[in-house]
């Protein structure tokens, strides 16, 4: 399996830090009473949004790994998750999106989903 390069920082700012846990339910209106809910499945991805503080050079690193090694973001890798620190399959939702923070440095938007 595919992991995120090494030169990448593992921990990604606090600032923009998102999780959202899957939807695994489906909820039906009904014509009098309360709303029906039942589980859907069981396996389901989580979002995830992170941002990072990269260098010129770590981002060239990103863009070839979302590239090249992932096939324009369309492969998974291993990832190490920022909450629970745990070794999760990922993939990206979009690819990563650049703002200059000074002329050396990027803030990096990545977003993310887990996979089950």
Known sequence: MTTWPDTLPVSPLLEGFHEAAP????RTDMEQGPAKLRQRTTAAVRT???????????????????????AGGTGSFDFVHPRTGDTVSCRF?????????NGNFFKALLALEILP
């Not at 979009?94 to 703002?99: C, D, F, I, L």
């Open 23 to 26: 939807v695994t339910s489906i």
């Open 93 to 101: 939702v979009r690819p990563p999106e650049y703002g200059a923070v």
């Open 48 to 70: 995830l949004t992170v941002s990072y503080l990269l260098g010129k050079t770590q981002v060239a690193t990103l863009e070839t790994f979302y590239s090249a090694t992932l």
